[in-house]
């Protein structure tokens, strides 16, 4: 999986290290935390039941990440990242 960064960075994390995929639904936004082996991947945004529900089916390649200013009122309707937080497991 290939993340795309708002600051142009672009990180991959490889699915044979993914050990579980969580979704959190929140009144404002929702979150999925994908838990590899040695990092934990928080996406935070809307709609991401959507992206949820992928990973039951396939493995999606990219995920973009947008700003969240930016984002129009038709997009929440779609599965869009706005925050993305990465933390080392020990």
């Known amino acids: 999986m290939t993340l795309h960064m ?12 993914l050990l579980s995929v969580e979704l959190l639904l929140k009144a404002d936004h929702s979150i999925v935390i994908l838990r590899f082996t040695s990092q934990k991947v928080t996406l935070k945004g ?5 992206l949820f529900n992928r990973y039951a089916h396939e493995k999606p390649a990219v ?5 969240g200013r930016y984002i129009l009122a038709a997009m929440k309707r779609l ?4 925050e993305v937080t990465i933390e080392l497991i020990k």
């Not at 809307?46 to 959507?50: A, C, H, N, S």
């Not at 995920?63 to 700003?67: L, R």
């Open 63 to 67: 995920i973009q990440v947008y700003n």
């Open 79 to 82: 599965a869009v990242v706005t």
């Open 46 to 50: 809307y709609r991401l039941d959507i």
């Open 6 to 17: 708002q600051d142009g960075r672009k990180m991959i994390f490889y699915y044979a290290f």
